[in-house]
């Protein structure tokens, strides 16, 4: 029955705008259909200040959403009436924004999701930190701290820092050459791992016959020595009895590719095309048994920027005044200059990009994949300058889906069923509104559909997210 619906679904999510209704109808006849696997489409929600849109901060009341905790226990909690999930917080420790501008980064991630996880249940709460400006053992204590907080909830998205105010906020001149940021964050993961192994407490076992708190045999150093860094162990943190927290590695260049496959859980990346997409499944699919690991343990989440109206109508011009309100350019050379840093005179608005111009430049500083979600749509669709501009009208090179409630929904559907994706981090442009037409309007048609949890269970954010349990963990408690 499951290859029934399977089926159904890619043919309805193929359908679009124009039969929008249609596609919510049979949704909601497909709801029916037994479903004979927990596999979800997994939700997270970046909870990105008063939105990702700069200009968010001023359809709110509160001018100081960007920084007030309740704002965001109130993105939570709409969010946690959804079942999302998860959370996720971006993170760039510097500030440039313009005096008319949301902050794009402000509260720290990792006291603020501990904050979120006292206040909320049940829901995922991942911060990001950076790999090329924190310690391995600091970082590794405090998730599991917030693991412990959460109820075996945390997670973390590791990235490596781009920027060069990053470097001069702590004490560097200017940002570390590219390969010594990926050696780095590959140590920093090895030893993140080792650490959150390092001390494993089970509820029972011989060593309490004998007097011990613990068994001293499941506490060990880890002696980590590599080009980077030097860590002893063992974490003085022991692990959730459900296991390691969730790892999350974003990006999409090839080292950043390597890196999820070899340490991360979830990789996070600028995906827009379908067929890109997809190929980049396959890929990791078989890439992550290069370094030992089971094929398909890597989930691949896509970034993704919803604009929803009631009608397409109404969508559409919501998009505009967002585009308009955003300041991102309405010309369409000056926007794909403004995404790929070209000099506008060397773009034509009716012709494509030249081969030559989907070459990463050896100038370019910004995240690699945000380049390549730009150029493998040019590359694909042989789009021009002006055709590329509209799919890249909002946000900095995620992908852009905009309809009705019923259009969006069938759009994700689409992607899933079609092995494009797992799931979506969900950048809203505005916050709460967007939390709440997607907790409200958009995941009750893919409850319907089959496609997404009707509630929360005791578990791991791991094991919500459909990641394999810690063999290695399971062994060692075993012995």
């Given amino acids: 029955m499951i290859d029934l619906a399977d089926r159904t679904f890619s043919l309805i999510c193929r359908l679009r705008c124009s039969a929008d209704r249609w596609v919510a109808q049979l949704i909601l006849i497909l709801g029916s259909i037994p479903m004979t696997t927990p596999r979800h489409l997994i939700l997270t929600l970046i909870i990105h200040g008063a939105g990702s849109h700069k200009q968010a901060w001023r359809a709110l009341p509160d001018r100081d959403a960007f920084w007030n905790f309740d704002h965001y226990v109130e993105v939570a909690k709409i969010a946690h009436r959804g079942t999302f999930d998860s959370l996720w917080l971006p993170d760039l420790p510097m500030t440039i924004a313009p005096a008319d501008q949301t902050p794009g980064h402000s509260l720290d991630p990792t006291l603020l999701m501990t904050a979120l996880a006292a206040a909320v249940p049940d829901i995922g ?7 090329t400006y924190s310690a391995p053992y600091t970082t590794a204590r405090h998730i599991a701290t917030l693991d412990a907080i959460s109820g075996g909830r945390a997670g973390i998205n590791a990235i490596m820092s781009y920027h060069d105010r990053v470097a001069q906020n702590y004490g560097d001149a200017a940002m570390q050459d590219y390969e010594s940021r990926y050696k780095k964050a590959d140590e920093f993961l090895e030893i993140f791992r080792q650490l959150s192994d390092s001390w494993i407490f089970p509820e029972t076992g011989s060593y309490r016959d004998k007097g011990l708190l613990f068994d001293p045999e499941l506490r060990r150093e880890i002696n980590y020595r590599g080009e980077f860094y030097s860590v002893r162990g063992p974490l003085n943190v022991p692990q959730s009895r459900l296991g390691r927290p969730l790892v999350s590695v974003a990006g999409g260049s090839e080292q950043s590719l390597d890196l999820a496959a070899k340490h991360a859980d979830v990789l996070y990346a600028a995906l827009v095309d379908k067929g890109a997409a997809q190929e980049l499944m396959r890929d990791l699919y078989t890439r992550v048994t290069r370094f030992g690991r089971k094929a398909g343990s890597l989930k691949v989440m896509p970034g993704l920027v919803p604009v929803i109206g009631s009608t397409e109508q109404e969508a559409e011009r919501k998009l505009l005044k967002l585009a308009e309100e955003g300041g991102y350019a309405i010309d369409p050379v000056q926007r794909i200059s403004e995404l790929l840093g070209y000099d506008p005179a060397k773009l034509h608005p009716d012709k494509p ?63 899933w069923h079609d092995g494009a994706c797992d799931g979506f981090a969900v950048r809203a442009q505005s916050l709460p509104e967007d939390a709440t037409i997607l907790s409200d309007e958009v995941i009750p048609i893919l409850r319907k559909a089959g496609a997404f949890p009707h509630g929360y269970h005791k578990e791991s954010l791991r094991s919500r997210f459909g990641v394999d349990d810690d063999d290695a963990a399971k062994s060692r408690l075993a012995g």
């Fill in 125 to 131: 709460v991942v911060p990001t930190l950076s790999t």
């Fill in 353 to 415: 990009l030249t081969p030559e111009q989907m070459q990463l430049p050896a100038s370019w500083k910004r995240p690699v994949g945000l380049f390549h979600s730009v150029a493998d749509v040019a590359r694909r669709r042989n789009l021009t300058v002006r055709e590329l501009a509209r799919v890249f009208q909002l946000d900095i090179g995620h992908r852009l889906v905009v309809g009705t409630p019923e259009s969006v929904a069938a759009q994700l559907l689409d992607w």
